[in-house]
């Protein structure tokens, strides 16, 4: 781990938790570590390509971080998501940054 990686800590949809470690000098979404880490197959998550038009990377924020604030493109495709929650957001539109460090989120269930 170099000085510009961050920890997240990862749930998959078998609950199987990941301690991954995230460049934040890469230019990353959440979207893309998942599918770096291979925590997911390549054909259930990120389907849209990260643009927010499918849900398909949707996952659950379960420790208390700031993030970037949802964009109209990601509040609308969440409306009709599945499985939504409260805290449910899109990983691709969120980048991975040092104010992630410790990050928890678990990835939700196929659409």
């Not at 449910?88 to 040092?98: D, E, F, G, K």
Request: glycine residues 4%; charged residues 20%; aromatic residues 2%.
């Amino acid at each position: 781990m170099n000085e510009n990686d961050i920890n997240i800590v990862i749930t998959d949809r078998n609950g199987i938790i990941h301690d991954v470690i995230a460049p934040t000098d890469m230019s990353i979404n959440l979207m893309e570590l998942i599918k770096i880490h291979e925590l997911e197959s390549e054909a259930s998550i990120g389907v849209c390509g990260g643009m927010a038009m499918c849900a398909s990377c949707q996952c659950y924020i379960e420790s208390q971080h700031n993030l970037v604030p949802k964009s109209e493109d990601e509040e609308a495709m969440l409306s009709e998501a599945l499985y939504l929650e409260n805290n449910s957001r899109l990983a691709c539109q969120i980048p991975v940054t040092n104010d992630l460090n410790n990050l928890k989120i678990k990835i939700a269930p196929e659409i």
